[in-house]
């Protein structure tokens, strides 16, 4: 693992001294020659926080999973009846994924959160995002992440989930780069509140956190 996070954090130095300073996603997707095991973020399951929250909601709907990765989550929204389109701004992931989940009907595409599709906005009863803002440097993350909330439809939410930036001592060499609660709360500006939660996850390094809001 030492040895695939540094391979990890060598691409995403070439990249950003790049013109394309997150490359590094597609150049990691290509390289891992779609051995699962070389994908440092993938939990080869839906996030637990996100099945926990779908146990504890019942809405369905139109859903949008930005930053889709290997498709697990975006799979588990369908398999709950949601209707999902799920992005990613490595084109190899969306291939991979349409391969991995050839049972749903998910609507697979390549993307980026800094522009995305103008039909997406006003038109998701859920959005999701798991681990991409804090996997994107700070001057991008800015200017990422208020493109989330316009995506909602009226009484929309937006689920968020990651590592939290609670611990002294923290490895400050990202990706990821964990999130405190002052940036958290700027993502859900203009919304209604509906949940902070934080706790460990068994096996897993750090805090996690998950935010919720809603489109009134």
């Known amino acids: ?26 150049d990691l997707y290509r390289h891992s020659n779609r051995d699962r095991e070389q994908i440092p973020w ?18 369905s709907g139109r859903a949008l999973v930005v930053g889709s990765g ?14 999902v389109t799920a992005f990613d701004i490595s084109e190899e992931a ?19 959160l800094l522009s995305p599709e103008q039909d997406w906005f006003g038109e998701y009863d859920l959005v999701l995002e798991v681990h991409i803002l804090q996997a994107i440097p700070e001057e991008i993350r800015r200017r ?27 490895d400050e060499r990202g990706p990821p780069w964990p999130l405190n609660w002052d940036f958290i709360n700027q993502i859900g500006e203009g919304l209604e509140e509906v949940e902070k939660h934080s706790s460990t996850i068994p096996g897993k390094e750090g805090k996690r956190y998950r935010a919720v809001w809603k489109n009134a």
């Open 42 to 59: 993938d939990w080869k399951g839906p996030h637990p926080f996100l099945v926990e929250w779908s146990n504890e909601n019942e809405a």
């Open 144 to 170: 990422a992440y208020s493109n989330l909330a316009p995506l909602l439809a009226s009484g929309g939410q937006l689920v968020c989930i990651g590592r939290l930036a609670d611990e002294p001592n923290m």
């Open 1 to 26: 693992m030492d040895d695939l996070r540094e391979r990890m954090l060598e691409m995403v130095s070439n990249a950003e001294s790049s013109e394309h300073p997150l490359s590094w996603f597609e």
């Open 70 to 83: 290997l498709g697990e989550d975006a799979s588990f929204l369908w398999k709950r009846g949601w209707k």
């Open 94 to 112: 969306v291939e991979w994924s349409r391969n991995l989940h050839k049972e749903t009907d998910i609507d697979w595409m390549a993307g980026d």
